[in-house]
């Protein structure tokens, strides 16, 4: 996992905002297409594929937090991102990564934990 900086969306862009569905980092589109996913990129492969990006990330998202240090922040190890780039994340995310994805978890010994609350530590 990258410890990279993600960009934070402009006001006007916010509508358009997309929750990766395995980190929960929040960006444009435009963002995932030019440069993937910061944190998960080698198993979401979304960077350059806008149909990889629809089924890989979300619009339907609740809450946003904004990790400035994630190594030294009680949210981001409350929310499992303090591995993760600094960014935007949503706080719960409606959906499941697609089951190319859960099976690569799972081949690498991964527990795949959906980010909508459903599951808790």
């Known amino acids: 996992m990258s410890q990279g900086q993600a960009s ?5 862009r916010a509508k358009q905002l997309r929750a990766c ?3 929960s980092i929040i960006q444009t589109p435009a963002d ?3 440069h993937g996913c910061p944190n998960c990129e080698e198993l979401m492969q979304m960077k350059g594929y806008p149909d990889r990006i629809q089924a890989c990330t979300t619009t339907h998202f609740e809450g946003v ?3 400035i240090n994630p190594e030294e922040s009680w949210v981001a ?3 499992r991102t ?3 780039a600094r960014g935007m994340y949503a706080v719960r995310v409606k959906g499941r990564v697609p089951e190319d994805v859960e099976a690569e978890l799972e081949s690498r010994n991964i527990k795949y934990r959906p980010r909508d609350g459903s599951e808790q530590d």
């Open 32 to 34: 995932f297409r030019k």
């Open 82 to 84: 303090s591995k993760y």
């Open 8 to 12: 934070i969306p402009t006001q006007p």
């Open 21 to 23: 569905l395995l980190c």
């Open 65 to 67: 937090i904004a990790v």
């Open 77 to 79: 190890r409350w929310q």
